[in-house]
């Protein structure tokens, strides 16, 4: 039984693939060239990609897609649709408008932003299931799947990893990270650091014991704009076109698919703290870490036991 770790540098984050079992190298490769195919599709920054082809031909004619795109489209839209939801798929044009995390950044004036929350609507992306076709309402309007692309792609190559009869095996898109069977080091659960959002990169304010399952954490510190003595982070409501605000500053989803992770970090995340571990609570099989901007840390009932919180 081999065990084999690939590093890859891809869509603007570090990739890590870590798998037991035979012909592991190989798998890895394999796995490396799914990315760089969901990369051509998916990504939003190249002009290339089916992405952007939606952003230019879209709101002209409906316009065919991959299985997968149409599927992660779908699924984001519904999850847009849902009420009190701070995902939206259809907030490219507010992304572009602002720039954070770019050397373009800018805090756009009131009147560009008002223009613009006009294309926001997710209603106005009408799906053809049957001919998997994309149509935008609205000439304008972007789809962006930034914020559950990662969790999505992490699933499948994890489906292929134990499709192919891994034994153990790890999948870390830069932050999400989606485990199965036993730790290497631990031989047992995973102790997967969640990100101080007071500090750099790197360092941990908890670990959290999981097996077969997923980490996301999304918070107001991964990319922000200073203009003027204000800081405003990357996490946006389409309702008002600003960043969110809340006493959240980082939010982690823990369940069995990486997707759902993603969905939630950015579904709830404009609540307050209370509000999201009360709704976590509910929903079967999943678990949330929040940290507040005063440096609280508080976890549904499911990850008691579970998490070690480490001075922050």
Known sequence: MTEYTKIIYLMGTKISLYIKGEGGKSLTEKAEDMLIHYNEVFSANSDHSQLA?????????????????????????????????????????????????????????????????????????????????????????????????????????????KDHGAVSAMVDMGGNVLVFGESPSEGGDWNVGIQNPFLPRGNAAALVKIRDQSVVTSGIYERVLEKEGSKYHHIFNSRTGYPIESNIASLTVIADRSLDCDIYTTELFGLDAASIIRRVNKVKEMGAVVITVDGKLACTNNLTGRIQPLAM
């Not at 847009?80 to 800018?106: C, D, M, Q, V, Y």
């Not at 149509?135 to 930034?146: P, S, W």
């Open 53 to 161: 082809m939606l952003k230019k031909m879209a709101s002209l004619a409906p316009q065919r897609v991959d299985e997968e795109l149409y599927e992660l489209i779908k699924t984001g839209k519904k999850h847009s649709l849902r009420e009190n939801s701070f995902l939206n798929i259809a907030i490219g044009p507010l992304i572009k408008l602002w720039r954070i995390g770019f050397t373009e950044a800018r805090v756009p004036d009131k009147e560009s932003i008002e223009k613009v929350l006009e294309l926001l609507n997710p209603e106005n992306i009408q799906l053809d299931d049957e001919n998997k076709t994309v149509f935008l309402l609205k000439k304008g309007m972007e789809i962006d799947l930034g914020a559950i692309a990662k969790g999505y792609f992490a699933d499948k190559v994890m489906e292929f990893f």
